[in-house]
C-alpha cells in the first residue's frame, strides 16, 4: 500500500486519525531549517523552514511553516507559506495559507484566508502523479483570494 492509499487513510484521511494518538511533536520553542518527513500523526507548533511529508499534520495556532507540504490529511490552525499536496486539507478559524493548494476534500471555517490558487482534484493525490494532476483538464486552474469572516 502507498502513502496515500485508501486503506491506510480512511475515506479522505481524517476519519480514522481523528482519535489517533500524536506520534511527532515540534514543540513552540522549536524552529527547525530542513526537510522533514515522517509517519503516522505529526503536530507542529514551532517553526519549520523547509519542505514536509508525511502521513496526518496537524499545523496548531503557533504553528508556522515556511516550504511544501505534502501529506495524506493537513489540519491547519496556524501559518503557512508554501504549497499544499493532500487528499484532504481543513482549513481552520484564523489560520492563513499562502500558496498553491491541491486537495480532494477541502474544507474551510469561517475565519480561516486562504491566498492562492486552488485546486480540486477529481480523484486520489499521488506523489508520483503530481505533475500529472498539474496538467489535468479536470482542476480549475484560477488564482484565488479567499477570506471568511465568521
Known sequence: MGLFSKKESGEFGLTNTESEAISSLIDKSMSITGTISF??????????????????????????????????????????????LANTVIARKNCSIQGRLE???????????????????????HPANEKHLLQSTHTTKAPVLLKTHG
Open 39 to 84: 509517519k503516522g500523526k505529526a503536530r507542529i507548533d514551532g517553526t519549520i523552514t523547509g519542505n514536509i511529508e508525511g502521513e496526518h499534520l496537524i499545523l496548531s495556532e503557533t504553528g508556522k511553516i515556511n516550504g511544501n507540504v505534502q501529506s495524506i490529511s493537513f489540519n491547519c490552525f496556524g501559518t503557512i507559506k508554501g504549497d499544499i
Open 103 to 125: 486537495a480532494i476534500s477541502l474544507t474551510v471555517e469561517p475565519g480561516a484566508a486562504l491566498d492562492g490558487e486552488i485546486k480540486a482534484a477529481s480523484k486520489e493525490v
